[in-house]
């Protein structure tokens, strides 16, 4: 990096195991993408709440040839982020997924996505609450009613066009489809 990184922290004290932690993240960057120029990191802790603890924010924005990423993670409903540390680690996690994307374009490589896989209904016992489908290739898949989206397995007729996803693991019957949707003919 050309210049060290520069951590600031607004609403509180300076923290040194938060600090420790952000330039170990700096570094884990900087391995994984050496051409980062500047690093700006900002912590906060949001002081407006009084009956729990505080929820803290953090900023990252990286300067890289031809881009700036700027990750700004504000803290959830949830209330994770009421430790710095965990605000830290997700807001350096989602720094190094735009940092791999950036790094895939630069190399002039796009995120590809396997196109969906479509089939037709084949058989169908709706007493029993499954069906097959037959796939483009004439495989057959398992099909629970629990796999078909909205409750929709009531709905299915023989010869009905879907989109499915694959199950990784087959099942009791073989391959097995884990998401069905419906398409409109």
């Known amino acids: 990096m050309q210049v060290p990184p520069r951590i600031s ?15 170990r993240r700096v570094a884990e960057l900087e391995q994984f993408y050496p051409r980062i120029t500047s690093c700006d990191v900002v912590l906060e802790a949001e002081h407006r709440r009084h009956q729990q603890g505080k929820l ?18 504000e803290p959830g409903a949830h209330h994770a982020h009421e430790n710095a540390h965990v605000a830290i ?8 997924r735009q940092l791999e ?25 709706p007493d029993r609450g499954y069906a097959f489908l037959a796939t483009e290739g004439g ?27 694959l199950a990784p693991d087959p099942g009791e019957h073989g391959p097995q489809a884990s998401t069905v949707v419906r398409l409109a003919d």
């Open 139 to 165: 495989e057959e898949i398992y099909v629970h009613a629990n796999a078909v989206v909205a409750g929709g397995f009531a709905q299915l007729l023989q010869g009905d066009t879907v989109r499915y996803v």
């Open 89 to 96: 680690r997700d807001a350096f996690d989602a720094a190094r």
């Open 56 to 73: 803290f924010h953090v900023r990252v924005e990286l300067q890289v040839p031809g881009r700036t990423i700027v990750v700004g993670r």
């Open 9 to 23: 922290f607004r609403n509180m004290d300076a923290d040194t195991s938060a600090r420790d932690q952000v330039e």
């Open 101 to 125: 994307d950036h790094a895939r374009r630069a190399r002039g490589e796009e995120k590809t996505h396997a196109p969906p896989l479509v089939g037709r209904i084949a058989r169908i016992f």
